[in-house]
């Protein structure tokens, strides 16, 4: 899961003055679509669908409360499944749309809002969300992704939150609160996996995609002995034991049939133990036998 906040500039994610230039920017995806017949998807916030653009502007532009004219007003934020994510999520547009949808809801807005340490909730962020589903860059098949616009003051139009500030959680100054862009990324990347069942491996996880980036040297060979260790591990497949029974039957007969031959073979050692002991008891008389001759011939041994 990639989750990015574009940098305010002077183009469409200029948030100093209205969100009108974004919101357009966000439907310029539907013209295709509908000349196409392909269906689109309108604003939607925490609980409504569909939503006009007309309302998305009207309700940022009129959340911003003893802001400054060059103050910050909203923040854009785009939210991007990975193919594997998005397979898991769906398999249609559509079904990947409502995914998305309750994603956002249920996951990364609450993780956004818990994130100022402030006690607000999902219900306490006023944003609006539009789903697109290609990216002109990518040569993925699957591309869907979600832009956020997140206004700069919660619902009550008193709190100002800010998830550029550098502040983490401080309790003492002029700014309390803060947030923690780290601890967004890895519980909304925890959520995902919870709410859709999904089975992150070690080399999608955030921890090591950052840590590869941004670590240090001891830390990134840390992260590869892991990465090493993870794969050694699932090399060793398990077998199923109908197949186990069809490998291992002629193994079986082979180690039968081995047995028996050892068992046989240990069968004739002793016959040949036995008579081995009656031969040397026969030419030890023999040769006692011989001696005795000789002596009564003259000879001596």
Not at 285 to 290: E, F
Request: with cysteine; proline share 3%.
């Amino acid at each position: 899961m990639n989750i990015d906040f574009p940098p305010p500039s002077n183009g469409i994610y200029n948030n100093a003055n209205s969100s009108r230039q974004l919101a357009n920017y966000l439907e310029h995806e539907d013209l295709k679509r509908m000349q196409k017949g392909i269906y689109t998807e309108g604003f939607f916030n925490l609980k409504e669908n569909n939503l006009y653009k007309s309302q998305v502007i009207k309700d940022i532009d009129g959340n911003i409360g003893q802001l400054l004219k060059t103050d910050a007003k909203f923040y854009a934020i785009h939210v991007s499944p990975s193919e594997n994510e998005l397979q898991t999520m769906g398999s249609t547009e559509q079904e990947q749309a409502e995914a998305m949808k309750r994603y956002i809801r249920k996951i990364f807005i609450p993780e956004y809002a818990r994130n100022f340490n402030k006690g607000l909730s999902g219900a306490d962020i006023k944003f609006y969300g539009k789903i697109h589903f290609g990216r002109s860059r990518s040569d993925n098949k699957l591309n869907m992704h979600c832009h956020l616009i997140i206004s700069r003051k919660d619902q009550s139009n008193k709190i100002k939150i800010s998830p550029l500030t550098n502040h983490r959680n401080t309790k003492k100054g002029a700014i309390k609160g803060g947030f923690d862009r780290t601890t967004l990324f890895e519980n909304a990347e925890k959520g995902f996996d919870k709410l859709f069942g999904y089975n992150r491996q070690l080399t999608e996880t955030f921890e090591y995609c950052n840590t590869m980036k941004n670590g240090n040297m001891d830390a990134k060979l840390q992260m590869q002995d892991v990465e090493l260790r993870t794969q050694e591990q699932s090399v060793e497949p398990a077998i199923d034991d109908s197949v186990d029974k069809s490998i291992n039957q002629p193994h079986a007969q082979s180690k039968s049939h081995t047995n028996k031959q050892s068992g046989l073979s240990s069968l004739f050692s002793v016959f040949r133990s036995a008579n081995d002991s009656s031969q040397d008891q026969e030419d030890e008389q023999n040769l006692l036998k011989l001696k005795k001759k000789k002596n009564r011939a003259g000879f001596r041994m």
